[in-house]
């Protein structure tokens, strides 16, 4: 049987969010308890809360929006690069990797991931991709990025990484868990939300494998 592993993390009102961002609220509008005729909740959040895609429009001006994303990118073969030596990304670290050639969607487990289960509170000194690693993304014709946290670029670097992947149209997932994830090569499936005219979307994103 296949074996289906979840790469999204949970979504609750504890978790980290983005520094500015109006984080995640869940709220019972009605309730059985209450003598309603049914539980009906209500969820306040931006669209970058979690696991979530980014879409051209987010950095670019008349870009691509989240529900015109082609599904034949966010779903397909990808490959699952362990990058957790690395405090910064670079385009040395991507080529060291020597991946097929036909690698088209590339997920990067780094020590972000371990954030998940040792934070509340958002951390500033993640690991993240550099210009050059984003260049070499887009000549390597590579069509979807992921990694395991809020941003595939740094804190305080600005918005040039983002800028040359989404400019190239290549799909940015941002908020994975690769959490004993191995690095190899599975079948991914991530969709977002299909928010019209929205710049990104949460999503649940799972690998799908052989047990081995």
């Known amino acids: 049987m296949p074996k289906i592993i979840d790469i999204?993390?949970?979504?609750?009102?504890?978790?980290?969010?983005?520094?500015?961002?109006?984080?995640?609220?869940?709220?019972?509008?009605q309730s059985l308890e209450s003598g309603d005729e049914a539980?009906?909740?209500?969820?306040?959040?931006?669209?970058?809360?979690g696991t979530h895609v980014d879409a051209p429009l987010h950095f670019i001006e008349g870009g691509?929006?989240?529900?015109?994303?082609?599904?034949?990118v966010?779903?397909?073969?990808?490959?699952?690069?362990?990058?957790?030596?690395?405090?910064?990304?670079?385009?040395?670290?991507?080529a060291a990797l020597s991946l097929p050639e036909n690698t088209t969607r590339l997920l990067l487990?780094?020590?972000?991931?371990?954030?998940?289960?040792?934070?509340?509170?958002?951390?500033?000194?993640?690991?993240?991709?550099?210009?050059?690693?984003?260049?070499?993304i887009v000549e390597r014709g590579i069509r979807l990025v992921g990694i395991d946290y809020l941003s595939v670029e740094?804190?305080?670097?600005?918005?040039?990484?983002?800028?040359?992947?989404?400019?190239?149209e290549v799909v940015i997932i941002e908020g994975l868990n690769l959490i004993g994830v191995v690095a190899?090569?599975?079948?991914l499936?991530?969709?977002?939300?299909?928010?019209?005219g929205a710049e990104g979307a949460p999503a649940r994103a799972v690998l799908v494998g052989s047990e081995e």
């Open 74 to 94: 966010l779903c397909g073969p990808a490959a699952v690069a362990d990058l957790t030596g690395a405090d910064s990304i670079t385009a040395d670290d991507l």
């Open 184 to 187: 190899a090569h599975y079948e």
């Open 8 to 29: 999204s993390v949970p979504l609750h009102s504890d978790m980290p969010i983005w520094p500015g961002s109006v984080g995640l609220q869940i709220s019972r509008t």
């Open 109 to 136: 487990k780094t020590p972000n991931s371990t954030l998940w289960q040792r934070q509340q509170s958002f951390d500033a000194n993640y690991a993240a991709l550099t210009a050059d690693a984003a260049r070499w």
């Open 189 to 196: 499936l991530c969709l977002p939300l299909k928010l019209v």
């Open 39 to 49: 539980n009906v909740s209500r969820l306040d959040c931006d669209v970058h809360i």
């Open 64 to 72: 691509v929006s989240v529900d015109q994303l082609p599904l034949e």
């Open 154 to 168: 740094g804190h305080y670097d600005g918005c040039e990484v983002h800028r040359i992947l989404l400019e190239a």
